[in-house]
Each structure stands twice: as C-alpha cells, then as structure tokens.
C-alpha cells in the first residue's frame, strides 16, 4: 500500500455470508389490488433469482428468512398459503438446487411445523448435505430470542450435571449452543421493503453484521438491487471495535 493510499479506502472483501430480511410482499399485492398470497408467489420468484445470482457470485453463505416465529400471529389462511408455498419450493426447487451444487440447511423451531414439512425439510437437507457450493440457510419458525433462550437453557442444564463450569462460559460458549453454531456470522443483512429493524433475525449474530436497508419490495428484488446492496456494502468500513 501507498502512502497516498490510507486503509480506510480498501473496500472490504466480498460478504461470504449475506442475510436476507425478505419484507414487502403483502404491500407488492396491495399496490396491485391483488391478493397477498400472489404477493408471497411472486416473493419465491425472487428466491429463485437470489439463490441463482450469489450461487453464480461465489457467495458462500445465503440465509434467508422465510417465516418468522412471530408469523403465526397472522390470519390462519395466510400462514397456510406461506406454508403450502414452502412445500411447492421445497418439492419442486430442490432437484435444481441440488444440480447447482447448493446445500440447503434450515434453521428455526422445527416442532410447530407440520409432519409433512418437517419430513420435506429433512429429506430436502439429507439430498444436499454434501454439496459444495452454496449453503442455502432458511430460517423457518425462526426467532433469536427463542434460539438464544434454548442455548441458555442447554447451557443450563450442562453446568447442572456437572459438565460445564459456570466460569468457564464464553462468547463462544453460547455461540456453540446457537442453532448457527456451523455457519458463520453473516457479514451483510439486506431487508427489502423500506421497514428498518431486525424482527427477531439473527440477533446475537448480526453483532457486526453491515445492515443495508432497501426501499424495494421484496417480490422485486432482483439481480440490480443485489448489486446496489453489495456496492453499498463495499462502501463501509468495518471496524469490529477497532481503530
Ligand atoms: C414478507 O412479506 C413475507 C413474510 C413475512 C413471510 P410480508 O407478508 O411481511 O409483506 P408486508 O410487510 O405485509 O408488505
Ligand atoms: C419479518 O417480516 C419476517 C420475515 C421476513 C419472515 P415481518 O413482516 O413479519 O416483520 P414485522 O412484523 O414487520 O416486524
Ligand atoms: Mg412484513
């Protein structure tokens, strides 16, 4: 490096794990006079050209947040078309998921779930577990508040019987006992839909996540307003509590 080249300026490298807060899709079909579950169909075409365009960018790591633990407060009808939408993705995507390489991971409460899903998730993981590609994360039933709770009590219970010493537990500790404890901290967090907080996604997790918030719906998200998210986050500078 120059002289007249300060540090500050070295853009990052590329995000090896990028997280995705997908919001919008019941205001797409409202702009539309259309019905929500059309807005949740178009948002699975934007899955499909999202898992495409970071599997053909060498992203490492794509979590997507598709059903939050919050979510089942919503209309029964609409939890069951947000469910029969993730078994059609499942059933009818995985194959092709499976040709590119992608592995799929699912993260989240999987005892709320019904049998079927849970069965299509298993057999869904089991198909692509050792692809070596891009890890495809869904997080299902998913809430950090929840996932850290559980970890807690694991911890909990350990140092009870005996096979964890209380001083002894770290940062690392807990991130072990974390449904994420094989994936990596994401280094981008995108939510689309203008809305800017995290929803219960990833809380201990996003510690030094870049958080880039976009105003488009998510049924629009596409390969531009990927690059756009990427291109800003380039422009940070991550410190990590550092000078
Ligand atoms: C995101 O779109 C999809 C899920 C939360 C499953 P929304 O359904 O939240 O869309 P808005 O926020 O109502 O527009
Ligand atoms: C967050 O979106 C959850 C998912 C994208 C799955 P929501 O639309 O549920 O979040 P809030 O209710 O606006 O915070
Ligand atoms: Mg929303």
Not at 76 to 89: I, T
Not at 90 to 111: F, K, M, Y
Not at 116 to 127: F, I, K, R, T, Y
Not at 165 to 190: G, N, S
Request: charged share 25%; with cysteine; proline share 5%.
């Amino acid at each position: 490096m120059t002289a007249t080249a300060p540090s500050r300026v070295a853009a990052p490298p590329p995000p090896r794990h990028i997280a995705i807060i997908m919001d919008g899709n019941g205001r797409w079909a409202k702009r539309r006079l259309l019905p929500r579950a059309l807005g949740h169909r178009q948002g699975a075409e934007a899955v499909r050209r999202t898992v495409s365009a970071c599997g053909e960018m060498g992203v490492s790591y794509l979590t997507l947040y598709a059903f939050s633990s919050e979510n089942w407060k919503r209309p029964p009808e609409e939890v069951d078309d947000l469910m029969s939408l993730l078994r059609h993705y499942l059933r009818n995507e995985v194959a092709e998921l499976n040709a590119r390489n992608v592995r799929l991971r699912v993260i989240g409460d999987r005892t709320r779930l019904s049998d079927d899903v849970v069965a299509l998730v298993n057999e869904s993981e089991a198909l692509t577990a050792n692809n070596t590609g891009l890890t495809l994360v869904l997080a299902l039933n998913y809430g950090a508040q929840a996932e850290i709770t559980a970890a807690v009590r694991e911890i909990a219970r350990k140092a009870k019987a005996g096979l964890i010493d209380p001083e002894a537990v770290t940062e690392a500790t807990v991130a072990e006992h974390l449904l994420t404890r094989d994936i990596p901290d994401p280094d981008l967090i995108i939510r689309t839909s203008g809305e800017q907080r995290l929803s219960n996604f990833l809380l201990w997790q996003a510690a030094y996540a870049e958080l880039v918030f976009v105003p488009c719906l998510w049924p629009d998200f596409d390969r531009d307003a990927l690059e756009a998210a990427l291109a800003d986050y380039q422009q940070r500078e991550r410190r990590f509590g550092g000078r």
